[in-house]
T-cell receptor
Framework: GNSVTQMEGPVTLSEEAFLTINCTYT??????LFWYVQYPGEGLQLLLK?????DKGSNKGFEATYRKETTSFHLEKGSVQVSDSAVYFC?????????????FGQGTILTVHP | GAGVSQSPSNKVTEKGKDVELRCDPI?????LYWYRQSLGQGLEFLIY????????KSGLPSDRFSAERTGGSVSTLTIQRTQQEDSAVYLC?????????????FGPGTRLTVT
């Protein structure tokens, strides 16, 4: 079946530090990959996505590259801000009869201190 | 434009009671999904609607759970004879279509507490 594994959290960083959150996946067919973010008190929202191998998704200074050879989609940001504190979820939708349903990783809590 | 809305935002119910959770998707979105977010299980898929039909109900955890969608719009998730393990945040999402590359837009969720 399909599954997503994220690095364990919580992650605590100082402002302007470099961020990496690891994500690897197992999927049938050819998945699309997503990072969703949940800010405190808010709903889930899409941060970025990539739909084919070697695609790079980017948004708000965050980037992730679809690596088919390593089945990974690691999230990176060069300089985090306090406002980036949130829960980050890696997710995929797989082909076949998945109908676009999302399979999520367990989430990584990020806290950024001034 | 208006996003996905859900009601109620919070629901506290006694064990054994039935509850109904409502989702209003973004207008024109044909695909609608229900997910559940709980401490022990993370984010889990429950059911998918395309229009008014539900081709994928594989995530419903038991026959106490059911859902319908009418007019290709509003959806209701019903939990009968609630149990404490049903306590979770129930999220609804919609997307323009059921394809694998479309972004899903999430509602704020309904927090269900079963006492």
């Amino acid at each position: 079946g399909n599954s997503v594994t994220q690095m364990e959290g919580p992650v605590t960083l100082s402002e302007e530090a470099f961020l990496t959150i690891n994500c690897t996946y197992t999927a049938t067919g050819y998945p699309s990959l997503f990072w969703y973010v949940q800010y405190p008190g808010e709903g889930l929202q899409l941060l970025l996505k990539a739909t084919k191998a070697d695609d790079k998704g980017s948004n708000k200074g965050f980037e992730a590259t679809y690596r088919k050879e390593t089945t990974s989609f690691h999230l990176e940001k060069g300089s985090v801000q306090v406002s980036d504190s949130a829960v980050y979820f890696c997710a995929l939708t797989a082909g076949g009869t998945s109908y676009g349903k999302l399979t999520f990783g367990q989430g990584t809590i990020l806290t950024v201190h001034p | 434009g208006a996003g996905v809305s859900q009601s109620p935002s919070n629901k506290v119910t006694e064990k054994g009671k039935d509850v109904e959770l409502r989702c209003d998707p973004i207008s024109g979105h044909t695909a609608l999904y229900w997910y559940r977010q709980s401490l022990g299980q993370g984010l889990e898929f429950l059911i998918y609607f395309q229009g008014n039909s539900a081709p994928d109900k594989s995530g419903l955890p038991s026959d106490r759970f059911s859902a319908e969608r009418t007019g290709g719009s509003v959806s209701t998730l019903t939990i009968q004879r609630t149990q404490q393990e049903d306590s979770a945040v129930y999220l609804c999402a919609s997307s323009p279509s059921g394809g694998t590359t479309y972004e899903q837009y999430f509602g704020p969720g309904t927090r269900l507490t079963v006492t």
